[in-house]
């Protein structure tokens, strides 16, 4: 199909007839029609933010070929005169854009869209350092077309949109919150006053630096996890764990770190963040000094587990805490599909020991929840606490794992073997199944995330023995265990793998 808008003026060529010769060629002469080839310019066209297109029209004229001119317009203001629309996506946005060619005998136009998006809309994003200790952001776009295989995108993607700002070293957590990318860097060790502790936030869309701090004021602020929900309120502090296990809280929307209100005392390095619909979050964290786990809900407490309701630290100390005497291992948030939430209560796997003797809780994530046959609150331990084990647990707070309620299964990381442990069964811990291995006897896991279904689970590591981007993403099954995708040196030592939602 050809595009043709031919503007003849008719009253003009009608008023002219008088003053022309009937022997004057330029009377009777044929016009030359313009066309635009089909398929030369398309009618919609999409590029990620940064990438250039170009765009090469195909142009037939019916007789004689007369000298051409080009213009394009973008949103009805011209953008060039050039033969070729070469045009650099800086700006995210859906574009009006117009090609207008015209000869002396007319023009024609066409019309086309022109959308600019964000090639890190959706999809994996890893954390990593390379050995020594600077930070790289690698991430993977989840396709909207099943049938295009995903990628990484090539280059540290920090770097690539924020070429004039330091990444500082040894970054230590990512989480996405209202709209941003929030991660957490410790500096260099080496005194570097350059390199020093900060916390970046990037726009989720396009990974560029809206904002970051630092806290020289604070010696000791070496954060470790960003205890931040997925939607941050204004006015409202949320914890950071640091690696002598203190706290510091952080304000997301006035960028503001201080010294702690609700935690003051010393913490594990193993905490959940349990995100809700709206504001709606817990907080879990192990206080060290009182062994005992504590919780921060939607903003209240922190709350101690107890058979008492809304037990205090006091509370614990004099006897009511629910882990009495036992020394903390780990904990991880069972991860819930969207149907599983909305019928059940998000739930925590908390591992403990007594001497030699391994220990399992599962809990509500608030701890707490209404028992409609006796119209009261208690403490909802799904079924109490239970022996897991003898002897050296395989899981740290440090150990990588991750759990899920559709196969009632904790994986976690053990040198390159993915472990696979059934939480609700008799299974012992320390009996774990390997489910798979990953690269070389070496490799070393260090994070998992899973896919919404559960049905793929991410596995990230890294091979100590080589050099340059020596980590890798594995994507495997589940329930089976089979590779079904590899990704092989796509970053350095992974920190943390996760699924950056739209």
Known sequence: MKYKVLIMLFAVAFASVSCVDDETSDATRPLSEISIVE??????????????????????????????SYTWEIELETYSNEEQFVYTGNELGSFKCRLI??????????PFTLNVNTPYEEGITVISKDKDGKSHLAFMLTPTDESVEPEFTSGDCFGINNPDIFF?????????????????????ENGDAKDVATIYYLNEKTLVVENMLT???YPDFKPTRLAIPTTGAAGVAYPILCENGNVYEFSTTEGAIAEPVKLQYNYAQSCVVNSGKGYYYDLLFWDKPAGALCLIYNGYG???CSKKYNASREDCLNGENYFNGRSFLAMTLVRMTEQQKASSYSEVVVLTNVGVILQKTVLCTSF????????????YDNGGSKMCGIGVSPITESTPCIANKTYYSLLFGKGNKVMRWNYTSSQLLTEADELLSVGS??????GFEISADHKETYVAFYEPQQEGLNGSVWVFDTD?????????????QPVKIMYKKK
């Open 168 to 188: 500082a070293s040894n970054p230590t957590d990512i989480i996405q919150s209202s709209g941003s990318l929030i991660i957490s860097c410790q500096g260099a």
């Open 480 to 492: 089976k265990g089979d590779v079904l995708r590899k990704y092989d040196n796509v970053c350095y």
């Open 302 to 304: 922190p709350y101690y």
């Open 215 to 217: 806290a020289p004021e």
């Open 39 to 68: 398929g030369s310019v398309k009618e919609v066209y999409n590029i990620s933010k940064n990438e250039t297109l170009t765009i090469i029209p195909q142009i037939v004229q019916t007789n004689k070929q007369k000298q051409l």
């Open 368 to 379: 707490h929840v209404y028992n409609s046959e006796t119209a009261s609150t208690v403490l």
């Open 441 to 446: 006897e070496q490799a070393v896991i260090t």
């Open 101 to 110: 060619v015209e000869n002396e005998d007319g023009k024609t136009f066409f």
